[in-house]
């Protein structure tokens, strides 16, 4: 059963001292692959800084979310994506300059490099003590074992844990399909049922925009689907 962020949750999430609404900090931490941030490739998308394909960065899913949540609670949240002229990353190189961001693309760091995964690739974000923590993921993760993908989420999720006990919404892949890696995200996420969700949105989201991503109409399925499983989880 997928445990499903009540009303009075998220409300308290956004007093100050905790909150996930609370704008002088990064209470909010998405990460994620090009669905949640990329950059502006002019050969598929001339938008960039937010997710690919969303025609605008407001239509993308981590906006969206975002506007859903400050709606409920009252107060805006701080949304700070990565700059888009990163470097790309690869095992053995220094770590990247991601400053205060909130709003990170982790295929180089994580997905392609998950079997030597180690929290101080995020460690500032890690620390910065998120109460909402995203994770959308898998779709770029290279074929290998995948009990050491379940080793570096778990590490993932225990940094996360031990920093701000956040409450953690893990997506399903969501372009096409990948029994797998859904099976072991299930799996972490039930360790801690109280505060870990998997979001299924297996074959629910429209992928026809650019590169096969999805564009405006899939951007809200993704946020309409964490939005409905933030609201269900007491």
């Known amino acids: 059963m997928m445990a499903t962020i009540g009303a009075s949750a998220l409300v308290h999430a956004g007093d100050v001292s905790t909150g996930a609404t609370n704008s002088a900090g990064r209470k909010i931490l998405f990460l994620g692959n090009s669905i949640t941030l990329h950059g502006p490739y002019v050969a598929w998308s001339r938008v960039g800084g937010c997710g690919m394909a969303a025609s605008a960065p407001e239509k993308d899913y981590v906006h969206l979310l975002a506007s859903a949540i400050a709606t409920h609670t009252g107060t805006p949240l701080r949304i700070a994506p990565t700059p888009s002229d990163l470097p790309r990353w690869y095992y053995g190189n220094p770590p990247l300059a991601l400053g205060d961001a909130n709003v990170l693309n982790i295929a180089d760091l994580f997905e392609r490099n998950y079997a030597t995964w180690e929290n101080s690739r995020i460690q500032r974000q890690i620390d910065g003590k998120p109460d909402i923590v995203v994770l959308q993921f898998g779709e770029n993760m290279v074929p ?7 080793v570096a989420l778990e590490t993932l999720m225990t ?3 031990k920093s701000s006990n956040p409450r953690i919404f893990v997506t399903s892949f969501i372009l096409g399909s990948n029994p797998a890696i859904d099976k072991i995200k299930r799996q972490v996420c039930d ?6 969700v998997f979001v299924d949105l297996t074959a ?3 992928a026809s925009g650019a590169a096969g991503h999805p564009g405006d109409a899939g951007m809200k399925t993704i946020a309409d689907t964490i939005w409905k499983a933030m609201q269900e989880l007491k």
């Open 159 to 161: 940094g996360l844990k």
């Open 144 to 150: 290998g074992d995948m009990e050491k993908f379940k």
């Open 191 to 196: 360790e801690d049922p109280g505060r870990r």
């Open 204 to 206: 629910r989201v429209d």
